[in-house]
């Protein structure tokens, strides 16, 4: 099976070499006609794809352990749900998952309206692009991470999956995460060909839906994957700004600056090639951030660690960065018209996406700042917590100040609706004279919450006042901004306002943290095949009315010498009670630390609106929504 599964990988990269040439000689014949016979290829080439990944599927599923892939990361004992998210648990497996999602982009795209709707040239261009990225994504498959190896003797049993990875997290957060970056491909080709064609606005409509999908998954998979720390890593946050979360946060910060340049490039017939340098920097962006996890350049908890992969892909962002950038210089725009002033809709979506690319740079610079601080001291010096919430903290309350202003200001200049821009300002300023009176006088996170609260007043009232709101586009747009203001309002309250306490008790003691009564009531061990557990029971009180009970575990999983926490939280509108066994000694002391985190919740479900309210801008019908 091995063999079958890497012969149709190999025979994949031939056959989309094979493509790249072709269209690249019938561009240079003038026969763009010949494109019909690229499209028919790829889909042959997806149909290997497809094969290959079925064969690692069927081998994870009946548990065949003569793929060394799916002996690293199974065991006889692991559930059938976790059996199938080790496709893209491994390194091999996840670039595997990667090209075959890339693979079936490619496929669906060519029978879409937008792709029907460029012209020939752009679409041959278009394929010239695409086979360059699937070709070397194929080639790493085949030459450098080949997830067929062979693992011999074939044991009785695997090596089973990191504990850290036994999470339902794990089901959604890396598929989601990884289909986000496939799917860019598709908008960034576009892009390069539109710029050699000459079509620099139309790929714009051509991949809206492709940049909206795209944007909502690599959004879906970040949330997910701060809930995912939050609930699994026992340290009571849900960001960290670790070098692989700031990997997906880099791509993502460059997308969104495109869905809004790419607004006042539909509308406004500017920006042209500012919009095609940033949608293929996007991509190239996703790759530097498995460069950043699969490299062994930054240290995390949840890296790859280098797999001999770090050059082939640092080659590639290298030439791909520079690509993008010629095609963009050669581009032929037209005429393009002023942009604006800046106190207009406009020049507000320009600073918006120049804010968001001044936080991907900051970022992209903090996270490999152990690298570049090699170049002048022994000791590379990482940066940390402290250096990003200073910096990026009041980049992201700008962002929402400027969502709370923006729809009120008309497009060329001036303000369109005096009524709602003074509302988002009484907003502003009254909430924030409200929880500076409630006791709330961090800067940051004052201006921050008053911020949201603006922005979410906005959306609210440009439904009421603006009568061009009252579609599904506008009305999905609305609930976007709405969404992130619920997620900064939460971010505001429960990251710098967390009480957190951690004692030793006995059971049947107590303790108090921030206005809470924790009475240790239980604790007790439970084994089974897989794992030892040691299951705690808090009950939590206020006052005399009962909260609810926290249980709280640590387990010991089989094969593992680490204990792992398993969080209880008793979810809250305001306060989360948020609980961690840490152990017990042998006095029978029993340690365990408490958090109370105000609005916590707010972030989820702000983020479930944020993930959820793109899907209704997508285009249903051929020839509607074309801005």
Sequence with gaps: ?????????????IGTLFLGGWTAAALLA???????????????????????SGIMLWALVTRNYGFYSVMSHVDNGLELAYVITAFWAGSEGSLLFWELCMALCG??????????????????????????VNGFFLLMLTCWVNPFMQAAPIPADGKGMNPLLRNPGMIFHPPLLLLGYAMYVIPACAALGGAMSGETRKWISA?????????????????????????ELGWGGYWAWDPVEN??????CTGTAVLHTAIVGSRRNALARSNILIMALTYVLCVFGTYLVRSGVVESLHAFGEGGVAMPLLTFILFFTAISFAVSAVAKTGEQRRLGDLLSREGLLVIVAWTLLALGAIIGMGTMWPVISKLWSAKPVGLDVHFYNRVCLPLFALLVLLFSVCPWLGWKEGVRDKRGLIAAAVAFVASGALFLALGYKLPLA????????SCMITALAAIGLLPEVRNRKSLAATAVHFGLGLMVL??????PYQISAEKELKVGESFEVSGYTVTLKDVHEKSSQNMAQLISAMEVKKGDKLIGTVRP????????????????????????????????????????????????????????IFCIAPLLLLRYRKGKDQE
Excluded: C
Excluded at 247 to 252: E, G, R, T, V
């Design 1 to 13: 099976m091995q063999m079958t599964a890497y012969v149709s990988l190999l025979f994949a990269l």
């Design 30 to 52: 003038g026969k763009q006609e010949r494109v019909s016979f690229s499209e028919r290829g790829h889909q042959a080439v997806t149909l290997l794809v497809l094969i290959a």
């Design 107 to 132: 496929a669906i795209f060519m029978f879409t309206p937008g792709y029907k709707a460029l012209s020939e040239r752009t679409r041959a261009y278009f394929w010239i692009f695409f086979f360059v």
């Design 207 to 231: 991949t809206r839906n492709w940049n909206i999908l795209s944007w909502t998954f690599l959004t879906a998979g970040i949330i997910l994957g701060g809930w995912w720390s939050y609930m």
């Design 247 to 252: 990997a997906s946060l880099i791509p993502w």
């Design 446 to 453: 004052l201006i921050g919450s008053a911020g949201a609260v």
């Design 490 to 495: 939460g971010v505001a309250f429960s990251g």
């Design 553 to 608: 575990e640590r387990r010991m999983y089989r094969g593992y010498e680490q204990a792992y926490a398993e969080v209880s939280v008793i979810p809250g509108v305001g306060d989360e009670i948020f609980a961690v066994l840490l152990g017990i000694d042998q006095d029978g002391l029993t340690t365990v630390k408490v958090n109370v985190n105000p609005l916590v919740n707010w972030i989820w479900v702000g983020g479930v």
